[in-house]
């Protein structure tokens, strides 16, 4: 008899994408940066002297909260960094969501929240996006009505790149009763020209907590570094009573600092990523693969007519000669794959390798 | 009205031994090793191309579970790499001890043990060691009889720095119907002479989790790296459901391998803090202060006649000179301070400070 509880027992892990170790692959399948952390972080690592080591880290990670705060605008009390953004979304429903209650998220979205949800022993609930990959008009009052303790909402969106605006946002902050909890992994990608901010809509609500990462915009998904923004009140309960006491160490909080204080070095990948994403949707779209409009450093492909091969066949067409996408095996996304935005070289390498395969 | 959790809102954190940033401080405190990592950790950090730091790490840490298998004589499949060890003591809770369980610990134990009982919402006993700092004889049964679905036991024991035996162990997971944790954040410190070893344990008893930790024998607790030993099927539901998808670090995961690598550079360290133990137990003695008999980096106190001061206020003291130990508010160490074994030059600058404390 298994000594897991039954609702371990029942549930299943989280698939992630594929990570080979081969440097012959072409990796475009989790989302990260293609370009390497700033040369501030390189400096910062070459300075460490491992004679620091045998002590504890500094508990809550100050140098880094100063940083972020300034960076912010904020209070070093409104922010609680954590080993990736996963810890802090965890955080939050061991803190927030109980086991009576209800947590709720888009479909689609991300794949890991179900599975908080059944490691909690928790409801779990998905709102379907409209057809044109929006928000429901009546998100707020639907949420309440199905009695939501928690909804985890991406933006801009994964899988598809869809960006809501701040307005959207504050919206279903106002109107939602429980905890609103977005999701910004990828909002380093949305082009400045929108003049997208959420941060200042913390001050405003009690029930908002942003999520941000630097996994994808700093380049450090090696790291395991994230952060949390909300106010004080929220981020008090995860900062001093859920999280494991040393839940950053000592050299990710230095180099995740030095990160942050060289921000424009990574502004520049943005600016990179952001051209890259125009030109492959545009060699995909000459393919006659059509994506959807994105403010992420990824894009949701539909394979579709008038492509003869089916998405997940592309996918493992693609894989077997060493380029990696995503295909998710969900109704929603049966004729899709999720392709990240490389260097131009990786998504020239893709581009004539779909030629290939489409068109053979 | 707050959004927490009834049980979370109710609960306290873990307070963790005090850690000051200043260098003048003598932190004798949180049980760190005073010597720095071995140099192979040196020379590894000095490797490390933060270039590789925009990929994911591997997620199951398969280098570092490949040496530590080699060195414990196991298989890959019986170990989980985890942040530190805090983070495998709660995912063993998350997995094992349903909110309607019990999860048990002695009197006195480690404080974080209740921390992620309450986080859990789950029922909490504890068993009182004998007066005599020993097992109770009927341990097993005593668990049986009280419905515990996991029980916790430090070995060597903390506070006390008690060792028990690997036959008194094997006799609880015998008898014990539930899941019998084995917390050796210690073990690294027990003298050779005694031959202990548990890890052979693991493949007779279904049972049975042992944590081992970096963080002191190793010097590396700046690092937050742990792990677990115990058979496949326990470990699988840690490794597949539960623990966060990249819970360790590219940069921990090749320092923690490095300084398993380079064993024989630690057990030194060891073998220096051993003979340091000895010496700070009899300079205690000739103060008239007595401590217990330990096999770990650390002496429990006893601050009692004929001593004037008591346990609280020589604390107090210490600490305004800058020599930090640590003092527990519990019934049972009321009149005891924990005394982390430093360097010979730590330990004489607290027998000389401690000398003029006692008598001024």
Chains 1, 2 share one sequence.
């Not at 998904?221 to 009140?233: E, K, P």
């Not at 003869?308 to 990696?324: D, H, S, V």
């Amino acid at each position: 008899m298994s000594l897991q509880r039954p609702n371990i027992l029942r549930m299943r892990g989280y698939s992630f994408g594929e990570q080979p170790s081969s440097k012959l692959v072409t990796k475009l399948n989790t989302n990260e940066n293609p370009y390497p952390p700033s040369p501030q972080v390189a400096e910062a690592l070459a300075s460490i002297d491992t004679s620091i080591l045998n002590r504890y880290p500094n508990p809550v990670a100050n140098a880094f909260r100063e940083t972020a705060a300034c960076l912010h605008d904020l209070h070093v009390d409104n922010i609680i960094p954590t080993n990736g953004g996963d810890e802090l979304l965890r955080l939050i429903v061991t803190t927030y969501v109980d086991p009576t209650e209800t947590l709720a998220t888009t479909a689609p979205a991300y794949s890991l929240y179900p599975v908080l949800a059944a490691t909690q022993n928790c409801n779990f609930v998905e709102i379907p996006l409209t057809t044109s990959w929006n928000l429901p008009e009546n998100l707020g009052s639907l949420l309440n009505k199905n009695k939501v303790k928690a909804f985890f909402l991406i933006n801009p969106h994964a899988p598809t790149g869809q960006l809501f605006s701040s307005e959207q946002i504050e919206r279903v902050a106002s109107e939602f009763d429980g905890l609103l909890v977005i999701d910004e992994a990828y909002v380093d990608f949305v082009d400045p020209i929108q003049q997208h901010n959420c941060v200042p809509l913390i001050d405003r609500h009690e029930n908002l907590i942003i999520l941000r990462t630097m996994s994808k915009g700093y380049s450090l998904a090696g790291l395991r570094f994230g952060y949390g923004l909300a106010c004080a009140d929220l981020i008090a309960p995860l900062a001093n009573k859920t999280r494991d006491s040393y839940n950053t160490d000592s050299i990710a909080q230095i180099l995740a600092t030095a990160a942050l204080k060289s921000k424009a070095y990574s502004e520049g990948t943005w600016q990179k990523i952001r051209q890259s994403r125009q030109r492959l949707a545009l060699g995909l779209q000459n393919l006659g693969i059509s994506c959807s409009s994105s403010e992420a450093n990824f894009l949701l492909c539909t394979v579709d007519h008038p492509i003869q091969i089916n998405a997940q066949t592309l996918y493992e067409k693609l894989k077997k000669e060493n380029i990696f996408v995503r295909y998710f095996e969900e109704p929603l996304l049966q004729n899709k794959i999720r392709i990240t935005v490389g260097s131009d070289d990786e998504n020239k390498r893709l581009l004539s390798l779909m030629r290939t395969l489409i068109d053979p």
